[in-house]
């Protein structure tokens, strides 16, 4: 699994691309305070985290709807889901598309077709942890770290 695209649909009908290379490492530049550590944070929200951990500010002011354009092997899958807007850490509402030539929608005109529950369960399928280890889930793989010795 790789991102393909990280989208953010704004409240005035706005739509912002971050497109990444795939198969390459791929640097975010900036000045301090652009919003560079803030991908993180909405790359994980989009992937099932608990919390909405979107600093205030412009981009959780802005924003209604937040996705991920991931490419696996044969097939393409769109994640996205609604800010929770202000004083809320979280939302349910999730939204997914699955295709072998998938592009990001154009308009945020989503409604949620499943939930964080839903999303997560199909992410883990889909990368192969639950065919291969029970009572895992796509969640918990940032407990497991990895070293590459050269």
């Not at 560079?36 to 981009?59: P, R, T």
């Not at 924003?63 to 097939?75: A, D, I, K, R």
């Not at 399928?125 to 009572?135: A, P």
Request: proline share 1%; hydrophobic share 35%; net charge neutral.
């Amino acid at each position: 699994m790789q991102i393909r695209e990280l989208v953010l649909y704004g409240y005035n009908g706005k739509v912002r691309h971050l497109v990444f290379e795939l198969g390459k490492v791929n640097i975010i530049t900036g000045k301090s305070k652009s919003g560079k550590s803030v991908l993180g944070d909405i790359i994980e929200y989009c992937m099932g985290g608990n919390s909405c951990n979107i600093a205030d500010g412009v981009v959780r002011d802005t924003v209604s709807w937040y996705g991920l354009l991931l490419q696996f092997e044969t097939e393409r899958i769109f994640v996205a889901r609604k800010n929770p807007g202000k004083n809320r850490q979280s939302t349910m509402d999730c939204y997914y598309e699955i295709g072998e030539n998938l592009e990001v929608p154009i308009k945020c005109d989503f409604s949620s077709n499943t939930n964080v529950s839903g999303i997560e369960e199909m992410l883990t399928r889909k990368v192969g942890i639950s065919e291969n280890l029970k009572g895992l889930s796509f969640k918990d793989s940032n407990s497991f770290s990895s070293n590459i010795c050269a």
